[in-house]
């Protein structure tokens, strides 16, 4: 089983910064790719940024130039640097990470909240 837990969400006032970071343990593939996806209420769940085992990234138009993804591979550990904070971005943020091996394998974190007020 795999576990993902986020933490650092919050309320920040618009034009400032956050950074999301996302633990995961368990029975992890090496060769993975982890992200970042936020749903706001009432919308679907969207990519906000992915980043491979690689070193591969892949941004939503809307947070590029704003956002950073990073990982710790030794740790298992995945942030995103998020800075120029909008009203717009206020969701709840999950942290994800996939391989396929055989199968496809995915698993979410339980979100945590950001709220941008303007």
């Known amino acids: 089983q795999v576990q993902l837990v986020e933490s650092g969400g919050g309320l920040v006032q618009a034009g400032g910064s956050l950074i999301l970071s996302c633990a995961a343990s368990g029975s992890i593939f090496s060769i993975n790719t982890m992200g970042w996806y936020r749903q706001a209420p009432g919308k679907q769940r969207e990519l906000v940024a992915q980043l491979t085992i690689g070193g591969s990234t892949n941004y939503a138009d809307s947070v590029k130039g704003r956002f950073t993804i990073s990982r710790d591979n030794a740790k298992n550990t995945m942030y995103l640097q998020m800075n120029s904070l909008k009203p717009e971005d206020t969701a709840v943020y999950y942290c994800?990470?996939?391989?396929?091996?055989?199968?496809?394998?995915?698993?979410w974190g339980q979100g945590t909240q950001v709220t941008v007020s303007s």
């Open positions: 994800n990470i996939n391989w396929r091996k055989s199968r496809f394998y995915n698993y």
